[in-house]
């Protein structure tokens, strides 16, 4: 779906806004402040900045909070970056993938074009693709990218910087469907930025958005790349991955793919730009500089290189992750503009009041691995359907519904992949055989379940950890009997890894899950409410 495992919002936390401040050099990161002068030595060498974000996600106008300071947003991430590129006329901007899908109202609703325009405006010279680039498929991705007429939008012209990919190729041919990278020249050097996407896409994207594509393995890309590169005479080399991975503040214990990948690829590659997991990245490994800015534009990497001159090499590289904390910079009023023009095009539906929320309902699961907020989606799809059970894949829920006046658009942050919901049926044996498959070899994704309760033991080995499955009433499951099940159409078509429900008989398809929610909440007595009702229970 358009939706991989939402790693990221929870590192929003207090947890997560000490490690910033913790990571960031006295006077430097996280505060808006300048870097200052460098050393006068540093005259012998060339200078390079580059400044990255990660998994911006379209968060035109979205603010978060870290340690209860308000972050992100556009014209607060475009204040910062323009501060920073005013200190280093040799700077270069990047994105490591993700800029568009999931993204909310602001750009979704325009086809995430004002993302696109955003970039523009502040001068971006490079990015990579996303799992999330291949939300609505390669041709739009492409459309987004190269320029394009679409139905709802009439003709964009495009990026005015170049997308590289070494490994995503043509399905038919091979090749790469983007250059595998590009060389930007910075002060006369040389540099060579290699961009390639996580190869597990197409299991967190529908199978329409990744047709005609094929991802091959990251490593093996970017030596390709690098070979290539070398003969050209680039000695300065900056990959920019969609690979999760993390660091303590201090750059110690570093681990994710990302560090797999560094360790297998060519050492005259200097730096890696992460992504993915929406998570603090700043470590060396394998001699390769790692950095990960979190996610939404509520931080962004800064990466200094000095570049010898004579061989064209980088001689010391450094990195600080750096929070967009609105207190203490002004917005950028160009582009504090352009998100407002993007949202008044879409006031008038995004406005709409739908209901009242009683008090604020979280995605926060407990440790059984159910959520309040689960359970409302899931209530609301099996409503919608009409059917004995749902599930909901928790990767799609983007976003929490706060306290008070709940809106269309504020339910669209949480429901943004406009997915179909789907009904079907399943016996009792293959809904066990569903849940199980909740636990898998890199990671645990605990289904939100309407119509049924169920026990399991986190002692019992991945197939066999689910115990007892009860009807309402309390009755069991029955192996045998046929029950009706609906989910979204990503999980449908196995995403995810919940491939049983490619196995699901008499398929009819319903509406969007947006739409089944907000019918939903409209008919519940207001103001609604929803709790944590002890539908999943671990057993100690």
Avoid: C
């Avoid at 978060?64 to 280093?88: F, I, T, W």
């Avoid at 890894?497 to 008499?506: A, D, P, R, S």
């Amino acid at each position: 779906m358009k939706n991989s495992k939402r790693w990221g919002r929870r590192v929003l936390s207090a947890l997560a806004a000490a490690a910033v401040l913790a990571a960031a050099p006295v006077g430097a990161a996280g505060n808006g402040k300048s870097k200052g002068k460098p050393p006068a030595s540093s005259h012998r060498y060339i200078e390079v900045q580059l400044l990255g974000i990660n998994d911006f996600h379209g968060q035109l106008n979205v603010t978060r909070k870290v340690g209860g300071r308000e972050v992100g947003r556009a014209d607060y991430l475009a204040a910062y970056l323009k501060q920073r590129e005013a200190e280093n006329k040799n700077t270069l901007l990047v994105h490591a993938g993700d800029a568009v899908g999931a993204s909310p109202p602001v750009s979704a609703l325009l086809e995430d074009e004002p993302t696109i325009e955003v970039l523009n405006k502040l001068g971006f010279d490079v990015g990579t693709l996303g799992n999330h680039e291949f939300d609505e498929g390669v041709a739009e991705m492409l459309r987004l990218i190269h320029g394009g007429y679409h139905p709802a939008t009439g003709d964009f012209a495009g990026a005015d910087f170049p997308y590289v990919s070494a490994n995503v190729v043509d399905a038919q041919t091979g090749k790469p469907i983007l250059p595998p990278y590009v060389i930007k020249r910075v002060n006369g050097m040389p540099i060579g930025l290699i961009g390639v996407t996580l190869t597990e896409t197409p299991t967190i994207v529908t199978p329409s958005g990744v047709a005609g594509v094929k991802f091959i393995d990251e490593a093996t890309a970017i030596n390709k790349a690098v070979r290539e590169l070398k003969k050209k005479g680039v000695q300065t080399i900056v990959v920019l991955a969609h690979n999760p991975g993390v660091s303590n503040p201090d750059g110690t214990n570093a681990s994710g793919e990302i560090v797999d990948i560094a360790k297998n690829v060519d050492d005259e590659v200097d730096v890696i730009f992460a992504g993915h997991n929406h998570a603090y990245l700043n470590a060396v490994v394998d001699g390769k500089l790692l950095v990960q800015s979190y996610s939404y534009g509520t931080a962004f990497s800064d990466v200094d290189l000095k570049i010898d001159p004579r061989t064209k090499d980088v001689v010391a590289k450094k990195a600080e992750i750096v929070t967009t904390y609105h207190d203490g910079i002004t917005p950028d009023p160009e582009i504090r503009a352009l998100v407002e023009k993007y949202e008044a095009k879409v006031a008038p539906l995004v406005n709409q009041v739908v209901g009242t929320a009683a008090e604020t309902i979280t995605d926060e699961q407990n440790e059984s691995g159910e959520s309040a907020l689960g359970n409302l989606i899931a209530d609301a799809q099996r409503a919608a359907m009409k059917t004995d059970f749902a599930f909901m894949n928790p990767g799609g829920i983007r976003a929490d519904i706060e306290q008070g006046e709940v809106t269309w658009g504020e339910l669209y942050n949480v429901q943004p992949f406009n997915n179909q919901l789907v009904k079907m049926t399943l016996t009792g044996a293959q809904i066990r055989q569903l849940l199980n498959q909740q636990w898998q070899p890199t990671q645990t994704r605990m289904l939100q379940i309407s119509g049924l309760r169920y026990t399991w033991s986190a002692s019992k080995p991945v197939g066999e950890k689910v115990i007892d499955i009860q009807l309402p009433d309390g009755t069991p499951l029955k192996p045998d009997a046929e029950y009706t099940v609906t989910v979204n159409s990503f999980l449908a078509d196995g995403g995810d890894g919940f491939t049983v429900l490619t196995h699901g008989t008499n398929r009819e398809v319903g509406p969007v899950d947006l739409d089944a929610l907000v019918t939903y909440i409209r008919q519940l007595s207001q103001p609604f409410s929803a709790q944590i009702e002890g539908r999943i229970t671990k057993l100690q």
